[in-house]
């Protein structure tokens, strides 16, 4: 139901939107259009494939870059202290079986060692993963923050009243002359190289 109501909603201002740009489209369609603005055949929309933008845009790909070497990173010294871990609990067992301890006040102390250091694991285990996430948090708003920026630079001698951004499905049907994914990469990678 809700998805319903959504998906007649967004169909309702789409409609109206196009219905707008349709009339500046035809009021423009008098001015004389240089090689940048858009053509008076098209309406003043356009869209970005996010797929695309996200697998070439530069900027993005060093961030999700360093943000993977640093889950590798910890991921690797997390592993490393689990296999340490189970190492000792298996000797713990062996030693239990075997009868190694000299007392039941020396076993319970072994076992009390090995749990704080299993609570000690786990207690880092989730800060790295809160940490992670926080840099995540941090990447995706550097992203955005770049995207939104660049954009309105971009849009400067385009002149489009609305870009779409095109993931999946959710635009069921564009015609190809309002894909602008390649040239919004090109023009984000030389913005992104000149800083």
């Not at 933008?53 to 689990?82: C, I, M, P, Q, W």
């Amino acid at each position: 139901m809700k998805q319903t109501l959504c998906g007649i909603f967004t169909l309702l201002i789409t409609a109206f939107l196009f219905m707008q740009c349709k009339d500046q489209a035809t009021q423009d369609a008098g001015k004389a259009n240089t090689s940048n603005e858009i053509n008076s055949e098209t309406l003043p929309l356009a869209y970005v494939e996010v797929d695309s933008l996200l697998a070439h845009f530069d900027f993005y790909n060093r961030l999700a870059s360093n943000y993977e070497d640093k889950v590798s990173k910890h991921n690797g010294t997390l592993n490393a202290g689990y296999q340490k871990l189970q190492n000792e609990v298996i000797n713990f067992q062996q030693k239990a079986q075997n009868n190694a301890f000299l007392s039941q006040e020396r076993m319970l102390q072994e076992q009390n060692r090995i749990q704080r250091m299993k609570d000690d694991l786990d207690k880092k285990a989730e800060q790295v993963q809160a940490e992670l996430a926080l840099e995540n948090q941090l990447i995706q708003q550097q992203f955005s923050d770049s995207l939104i920026v660049g954009m309105k630079e971009f849009n400067i001698p385009q002149k489009y009243q609305m870009i779409f951004a095109k993931s999946g499905n959710s635009i069921l049907y564009a015609d190809a002359r309002y894909n602008i994914t390649e040239q919004v990469i090109d023009y984000l990678n030389k913005r992104f190289k000149a800083e």
